[in-house]
């Protein structure tokens, strides 16, 4: 069994950057193409970004792409988004999540994602 644990939220104001960071334990998450996914207050889980088992490929939501950037360090068992250019509609719960059995590429569907982590907040103000 997995953990993922999410940190690195909170408030910032609109143009900031925060770094964001999950932790994996209880098994290796270089093993798993990896991802990030959030949620706002009455909307549907939006997918953000999306890493390769080894980091080698990328894939990013329109909305983000040019100001988000995600990698891994598998040596550490830690991925991470860098969140530049933060506006307010970035505001939403923001989960990590593996996908074990996507073993080349990315997975871009939420469906592919079996391990979640507890989610971190962050907040843009205007």
């Known amino acids: 069994q997995v953990q993922l644990v999410e940190s690195g939220g909170g408030l910032v104001q609109a143009g900031g950057s925060l770094r964001l960071s999950c932790a994996a334990s209880g098994g290796t998450s270089s093993r798993y193409a990896m991802a990030w996914v959030r949620q706002a207050p009455g909307k549907e889980r939006e997918f953000v970004a999306a890493i390769s088992r080894s980091g080698g490929s990328t894939y990013y939501a329109e909305s983000v792409k040019g100001r988000f950037t995600i990698s891994r360090d598998n040596a550490k068992n830690t991925v991470y988004l860098q969140m530049n250019t933060l506006k307010p509609e970035d505001t939403a719960v923001y989960y990590c999540?593996?996908?074990?059995?996507?073993?080349?590429?990315?997975?871009?569907?939420?469906?592919?994602?079996?391990?979640w982590g507890q989610g971190t907040q962050v907040t843009v103000s205007s």
């Open positions: 999540a593996a996908a074990p059995n996507v073993r080349l590429g990315v997975a871009v569907a939420l469906y592919d994602y079996v391990y």
